[in-house]
């Protein structure tokens, strides 16, 4: 979930880097009494993410500097789109573009790869989910883009979920000596299992379908089916057939998600969400006008 507390630290620590020490170029060149308008515009089509981000960006550079708003989080936009328009103390609005305009541009196109893949299984009942294969300290930004475009948010956290993976399995066979489709496995998991909360969800991964029946004794929760061809995720939705959720991932594209989906999967993580969305070309068309006694003094200079 992002929060004000993420948004305001985060873009805090954007602005920070963008402008260290201040923005000599305003300072320079642009009046102090000068004022300015702006207009957040579309050069492409795409779906809106991260208008709070946006809005922050200003309001933490000067709290003078006023946002509205055209469109929300979640809306399909066209090219030429005006979404927002801004409005207060030119240096202020200057300084802020570049800040706004990175958060905005990525998250957008966060959202809007995430909306191709969802409108891609529309006719199936799978639900496309995100990974942890987000931007380091800005994953709460790109897990909302991610549900802006209409996808779902997988565990948030190592903290949230016990999610036991091909290396967490391989070290548990090698310090016990067991084998992936022995019921030793089973009884492992179900010990483990034993020493959770009653709301602990778990998840195991398998890469082969004779490591479902002992990873499905156990009861977990979900068995992910880690890079299955499409003819191995019929077999494995079949033979759990509905005694766990089934989930789809490894090297999923927009040009095999739909395939993937009519398997009968559950659901399908796909990590380019997150890690390959290109950003969304986002312009801030800006006129500044300066106070009326600035001119006069300038044209007495003269």
């Known amino acids: ?105 990525r998250m957008c196109g966060i959202a809007t790869l995430t909306r191709r893949y969802v409108d891609a299984v529309a006719h199936t009942d799978a639900r496309i989910t995100d990974t942890r294969k987000t931007t380091p300290g800005l994953r709460a930004f790109e897990r909302h883009a991610v549900a802006s475009g209409g996808g779902r948010n997988h565990r948030f956290s190592l903290s949230d979920a016990v999610m036991a993976k091909d290396n967490h399995l391989a070290v548990l066979v090698q310090q016990s000596g067991l084998g992936l489709t022995e019921a030793p496995l089973t009884e492992a998991l179900l010990a483990a299992r034993a020493r959770l909360g009653h709301t602990t969800h778990v998840e195991v991964e398998v890469d082969r379908l004779d490591q479902i029946a002992p990873v499905l004794a156990a009861g977990v929760d979900t068995i992910m089916l880690d890079n299955f061809s499409l003819a191995e995720l019929r077999e494995g939705v079949d033979l759990i057939a509905g005694r ?25 993580s796909v990590g380019a969400l997150t890690h390959s969305a290109p950003a969304v070309d986002l312009g801030l068309d800006m006129t500044v006008d300066v106070a009326p006694e600035i001119v006069t003094s300038a044209r007495a200079g003269a």
Request: no cysteine; glycine share 8%; charged share 20%.
């Open 1 to 105: 979930m992002l929060t004000s507390a993420h948004i305001t630290t985060a873009v805090t620590a954007a602005l920070l880097e963008d402008a260290p020490w201040g923005d000599i170029t305003v300072e320079t060149l642009i009046p102090a009494k000068a004022t300015a308008s702006a207009t957040l515009v579309a050069r492409e089509a795409g779906v809106l993410s991260g208008m709070d981000v946006f809005a922050a960006a200003f309001r933490l550079t000067d709290a003078r500097v006023e946002v509205e708003r055209h469109a929300g989080d979640g809306d399909v936009f066209r090219p030429g789109q005006t979404l927002a328009t801004v409005t207060g103390p030119a240096r202020s609005v200057l300084t802020a573009e570049r800040v706004a305009l990175n958060f905005a541009q």
């Open 244 to 268: 766990a959720t089934v989930e789809a991932s490894g090297g999923v594209t927009l040009d095999s998600v739909a395939a993937i989906a009519e398997t009968g999967v559950d659901v399908i």
